[in-house]
């Protein structure tokens, strides 16, 4: 790699570094926001709807579209998401 390229390539990884961070606040968001909904559920068998995670995935599929991004990208990332938030809904429901 060219030292031009180098240093370019430093620069567009510290905008990623900025926007890493600001991601983690949103994610700490959205854990806070989960742990309320956990709250309200009184069975275990409420914390999977399957209906809702088709319908996230359907709009998040159309914004990624509209906004001409590879919804493969988005899919796969909110799935993710999705199930790594149940796993966690079900660790605090375990505690209640």
């Known amino acids: 790699m060219s030292p031009k390229n180098k240093k370019k390539l430093n620069i567009v990884r510290k905008k990623l570094d ?23 559920k009184e069975h275990k068998k409420d914390i999977v709807d399957k209906k809702r995670i088709s ?8 914004k990624s579209i509209k906004k001409k991004i590879d919804p493969s990208i988005t899919k796969r990332i909110w799935r993710n998401m999705i199930w790594s938030y ?7 429901f375990n505690k209640k």
């Open 18 to 40: 900025l926007l890493d961070n600001k991601l983690i606040d949103l994610i700490k968001t959205r854990t806070a926001l989960v742990e309320e909904v956990v709250k309200l």
């Open 55 to 62: 319908a996230i995935l359907k709009k998040i599929k159309h």
């Open 86 to 92: 149940i796993n966690y809904e079900k660790k605090i």
